[in-house]
């Protein structure tokens, strides 16, 4: 199914056209016909970037890489009476008529629903090397439901194990006074220099999103907010984050920033923000590439006025 | 903190007025400290079910019962001068002037503020009792960052491992036709007879919440929906679920109800949940009680009008 429903500019890494057929991969015996199905088709990853050939996703057919067996692979799901998986060739990964390339790059470049594919692949495919053992009881796991589950192989455990989403909250905080509308950006230290985001961090146990947002904005910038609202998600392959993009609204613009998290942290003007976006190479800063979600709720309050 | 910034009606398991404390809980001298004050105080649980007294939570002083030493603890935060831990005292606790009790049912009780920190110790200390292993290689994990992570204590892989938060869509579809307004509710098998509640299910790797939205209603009602809209957001400590309350718009009636996850699914028209909602016994029918996230999203649907 294709659930390209997000209102306004798209997101990169949505949009993924395929049918997850959550009902489809737990019957083993459909899967296993699948895998040796010729209309089937594989995505190889290599230190989980994918395979690019002319500058579009690589799809390759079992035979091409002599089979899947032995190497992790996970269904993503099927398109028409076309399965698609993803499969790990590991770090010494090399096929002829393309290359391997970072999903950042290649975000950059992919129609919107191949890249969404590749976040697909790569965070499932991650989730299953991190995972070969049960946290349970420490004995070795098995891959089930076609990669949607991995299984205890213990007989007196049998824990059944699911691949993580972390939802994390980003938030860009406003501000009005007489003088105009303020955004607040910070920098962490491993940005590049001169770069700015909104602010973010992961949900934790026992809190709304809300409450996320309140507590992070809190904790690095010593400010308060009111109103905090939704404004739209994106799903994020690094590893597998839900990216959970907000609004709210400050009173008071003195700033205790957290100096463990950051080294720095402003303010910036409507007039500044909308410069930046505009490719304004003069300013002192600059802001998340398009394909960040950062980028999006900068975009739409600039435009908001 | 105190973070009650919801809007509307305050949400069960939200609420949670402790600090957590995010940087000093990365010194373990000063969680050491914390751990030996006669300020701080410790909730005990048996089987994640929290210590009640007097119909409040049972908190208590480390000499209370002999020092936590040898059981799984966690920092939940701090209030004013005092740290607030949980401590997991096994299937066997006892402890004499009160009872442990299920959070559903201290949830009918207990001020907001203590259900959250129920739902906060409760799905940390579940995750704890789950991780107790590196699921990279099979190691013993050790406990660190005052609970907030798991370390493996194999020199060669030392992986660093964090509690779950797992995203959960739940979504009110509503449709409006000549006759009037609905709304679209199912069955779980595993649901009391007569009990109907909103479609839900986990965000997967690769999906925005808006995706998750349009494909959990494809699967499981058969149905295309638009305008997909976040409404409010719930801890949920089952073990330790995020859920994420959507509204979509449907403009088809059709149901294809997916058998596999569901035994009932129907329209139901804003009278009869406005009844339902007033308490009228008459109908053949019930919604979730008011410390679910369902119940509220259905009661802010019915006084739409």
Redesign the interface.
Known sequence: ?N????AGNP?T??G?PLD?A??QR?DADWVAARLLDPKSRLLPYRNFEPFIRDGRLGWLDATDIGGIAGFPWVLLGIEGDSAKFAVDLGAKADIAGGEFQDARTVAAFLPLEES??V???K??LD?HA????????????RLAKAG?QRICTAESCK?E???????VAIMLVTRTDARGDYCLMGRQPRFPPGMYSALAG??????????AV??EI??EAGLR??D?R?M????W?YP?S?M?GCRAIADDDKLTP?M?ELDDLQWFTRDQVKAVLSGDKSLNFFVPPRFAIAHHLLRDWAEDS
């Open positions: 199914m659930t390209m429903i997000s997101l890494f949505t993924n997850r959550e009902n737990l969404a594919i976040a697909q692949g965070s499932l989730w991190r995972h070969g053992f049960c946290a349970k009881c420490g004995a070795p796991t949607a824990a194990h699911f691949p993580r989403v972390d939802p992961f949900i934790e146990p026992g809190e709304s999103l809300e409450e309140a507590r809190w904790e907010v009111r905090v939704y739209k998600s994106q799903p392959p597998s839900l959970i957290d463990n």
